[in-house]
Antibody, heavy 120, light 106 residues
Framework: ELQLVESGGGLVQPGGSLRLSCTASGFRFSNYDMNWVRQAPGRGLEWVAY????????YYADSVKGRFTISRDNAKNSLYLQMNSLRAEDTAFYYC?????????????WGQGTMVTVSS | DIQMTQSPSTLSASVGDRVTITCRASQSISSWLAWYHQKPGKAPKLLIYKASSLGSGVPSRFSGSGSGTEFTLTISSLQPDDFATYYC?????????FGQGTQVEI
């Protein structure tokens, strides 16, 4: 079964840091570009970050640029999101999502999400 | 960034109804458009990609059309399982953007 499983969410104070992980199974992880997408409670979807198969190309949403870092370890079938200088507005469910094809693409596989709450 | 605008924001419908949702891009995105639906507490699911191609395992009552800046998602006969929130997404650029969502409710 094609599957993505996120972990690492939790409660963190403003200004703090958190590292999210996403573990893939059922497909050759190293062949696919990957993304993080977030959804604040009761709100819509917001793309956060993108990384190519080798990690050579990375893009971020302006709202997280300079604070978040996306990375991957193909040997461990894992995707990561290091989140620093967290703000209340970063509170959201965070999903990892697989790019469907080459270049920018739709997201065909999503994880179940992990909740990040930024609050004092 | 390319802005995506959906209409309507909320749609009331009944089982068996034909439903259409519109998505407009702030600039041409050719056919680089996807549609997803999302149920409460669940991850989004891909319905349509490249404006009109059906995702894997997606029922044929779903269809997509359009190119450039105007796109539509049509559900030919609404089923109970289709009551959800629908999102369009452009992927012409690496900075993928979503529409604000359309909630389909009874």
């Amino acid at each position: 079964e094609l599957q993505l499983v996120e972990s690492g969410g939790g409660l963190v104070q403003p200004g703090g840091s958190l590292r999210l992980s996403c573990t893939a199974s059922g497909f050759r992880f190293s062949n696919y570009d990957m993304n993080w997408v977030r959804q604040a409670p009761g709100r819509g979807l917001e793309w956060v970050a993108y990384i190519t198969t080798s990690g050579s190309d990375i893009y971020y949403a302006d709202s997280v640029k300079g604070r978040f870092t996306i990375s991957r370890d193909n040997a461990k079938n894992s995707l990561y999101l290091q989140m620093n200088s967290l703000r209340a507005e970063d509170t959201a469910f965070y999903y990892c999502a697989r790019d469907f094809g080459v270049d920018p693409s739709a997201f065909d596989i999503w994880g179940q999400g992990t909740m990040v709450t930024v609050s004092s | 960034d390319i802005q995506m605008t959906q209409s309507p924001s909320t749609l009331s419908a009944s089982v068996g109804d034909r439903v259409t949702i519109t998505c407009r891009a702030s600039q041409s995105i050719s056919s680089w458009l996807a549609w997803y639906h999302q149920k409460p507490g669940k991850a989004p699911k891909l319905l349509i990609y490249k404006a009109s191609s059906l995702g894997s395992g997606v029922p044929s009552r779903f269809s997509g059309s359009g190119s450039g800046t105007e796109f539509t998602l049509t559900i030919s006969s609404l089923q109970p399982d289709d009551f959800a929130t629908y999102y369009c997404q452009q992927y012409k650029t690496y900075s993928r953007t979503f529409g604000q969502g359309t909630q389909v409710e009874i």
